[in-house]
């Protein structure tokens, strides 16, 4: 690092952690330019920073020893604001009561990665920024209710029953579900996540994922158990889910988690640091998280990469396999985004063209023109549909995602049927984001990807597979609501800091930022 870039930086983290922009930037995080790297790009140690002091992280201190001031992370428990009752009453806190769960190896993976930013800001739980693209429910940051997710495993194999009071990282995810299709111990030894053969053993004839993306734990849970989410609660009784859920990797957004989880490694491994960052190497802007590219989203992994669906492969090649509605589904016997590359590569479809193109919006309407009328299905809310668009939309694909999955366990050759199939809903995703959660749209998206999950298990009971079946129901992150009295925007002080200096910088997210880019 040259001098220039080092006074930079250090002028970068002095104007983020200011105490005027304190009640909107939680903590801001770097790697220490005075450690190194290892030879994987693994940095020895991260810096983080609030307004109040500073702390080192590494291998021997993952928790952070301070450097100045007090500690910047008021906690580290993954197990913060249990049980629900204490989330709910105290929703999107303020920093100093916040929690932020294993900070240096969800932070050492993320600036392992060469497209992770120069340092990262993350935001307040409560930050509320539509200027710069925020909704009223959010999820990024590193604080432990936007990183929750859920973790209900049921049925075939499950070992312990009930509640319990622990968590799980969403890098076990992929081990999970490899561990119990019969993948050995030894093919899954180096991934960032482990198989929890504590909660299941192998055996199951079809092991079943469940992504009901950003379905928020604390409202699933405490849903399933008033009654509300009748099919969750099906789930329950054959099964357990952790109250902490699983930890989700840094930055806790959709395609860095969708990833993490399917490959069982982090962003420093698989190399999709965020739903939009700035590629260094080849000097661009990338946004993975598109409608326009999710079918792409491969293209984006690191070598030594592998997803579910390729371990499964690798270990029981003779057996089908199936991602519906995922992007993660490299190596998937059936795949809803095979098709769509199949029918792109044969002519067959609008050219998708770049994230928020032109071209893009052109494949978007040609898309919509093909998924089914979330109004002719009493599977889903209709009036949400007229409020949110988004919520139609997800309906829609979430529709689709149903019939896809009742064909799929529909052959009448045992040997045709999936042993490993995903089905992820995204509907939860929409509705969180439009009201934040235990608001009425996201209680709703709840209930109607729990009523469509009903149709398939009646399904698999009719088919005589309900018993056979091994399900692991979870999401990609948590979500906060955002308050009105957060509210702010740190480009001004980068600005007033890094301008004197002739440094321009590239804020992306935002909360990603690139030091000596320039801007569009």
């Known amino acids: 690092m040259t001098h220039l870039d080092r006074t930079a930086l250090d002028a970068a983290v002095s104007a983020l952690t200011d105490p005027a922009l304190a009640g909107f930037v939680a903590v801001v995080a770097w790697p220490d330019p005075d450690a190194g790297r290892d030879p994987a790009g693994r940095p020895w140690a991260v810096l983080v920073a609030d307004a109040h002091g500073s702390a080192r992280l590494d291998d021997e201190h993952p928790e952070g020893v301070v450097v100045a001031g007090r500690h910047p992370l008021p906690s580290t428990d993954p197990m913060a604001f249990l049980p629900y009752e204490l989330e709910v009453a105290d929703p999107s806190p303020d920093h100093d009561r916040n929690a932020y769960p294993l900070p240096w190896l969800r932070l050492a993976s993320f600036f392992t990665e060469q497209r992770s930013p120069d340092l990262a800001v993350v935001h307040a739980a409560g930050h509320w920024f539509p200027e710069q693209g925020g909704h009223r429910g959010e999820h990024g940051s590193l604080d432990v209710i936007q990183s929750r997710a859920p973790f209900v495993l049921s049925g075939a194999g499950v070992v312990r029953h009930g509640l319990i009071e622990e968590h799980a990282r969403l890098v076990d995810v992929m081990p999970t579900l490899a561990h119990a299709a019969g993948v050995p111990a030894s093919a899954l030894a180096g991934l960032d996540g482990v198989p929890r053969t504590d909660l299941v053993e192998p055996g199951a004839a079809h092991v079943i994922g469940l992504l009901w993306d950003g379905g928020h734990v604390g409202s699933l849970i405490d849903l399933a158990l008033r009654g509300e989410l009748p099919n969750v609660a099906r789930l329950l009784r054959r099964g357990c889910a952790l109250t902490g859920g699983a930890v989700a990797e840094f930055p ?195 209930k109607d990807c729990d009523q469509r999950l009903g149709v398939f298990l009646d399904h698999l009971e009719q088919r005589g597979l309900l018993d056979d079946c091994l399900f692991l129901l979870t999401a990609d992150h948590g979500f906060e609501t955002a308050r009105d009295d957060v509210r702010g925007e740190w480009g001004s002080a980068l600005h007033a800091a890094l301008d004197p200096l002739g440094v321009p910088f590239r804020d992306e997210g935002p909360g990603f930022v690139y030091l000596g880019v320039h801007p569009d």
């Open 252 to 446: 806790s957004l959709t395609l860095v988690n969708h990833t993490s989880m399917l490959t069982g490694v982090g962003p420093g491994r698989h190399g999709v640091v965020g739903n939009v960052y700035w590629d260094r190497h080849h000097g661009r802007r990338v946004v993975p998280n598109d409608a326009a590219t999710w079918h792409k989203t491969s293209e984006l992994y690191r070598e030594g990469v592998t997803t579910l669906f390729e371990a499964v492969l690798a270990h029981r090649p003779d057996v089908r396999t199936a991602s519906v509605n995922e992007m993660t589904e490299r190596g998937a016997w059936a795949s809803t985004f095979g098709l769509v590359r199949a029918a792109l590569s044969a002519g067959e479809s609008a050219d998708p063209g770049e994230a928020g193109s032109a071209e893009s919006r052109d494949f978007l309407t040609t898309v919509r023109a093909l998924l089914p009328d979330p109004y002719a299905s009493d599977l889903v809310t209709h009036v949400r549909c007229e409020e949110d668009d988004d919520y139609a939309f997800y309906s829609a694909i979430d529709l689709l995602g149903l019939s896809t999955m009742v064909g799929l366990f529909s052959a009448s050759d045992p040997a045709e049927l999936p042993a490993v199939a995903w089905w992820s809903q995204y509907t939860t995703d929409a509705a969180h984001h439009a009201g934040g959660p235990r608001s009425g749209i996201a209680t709703e998206g709840l």
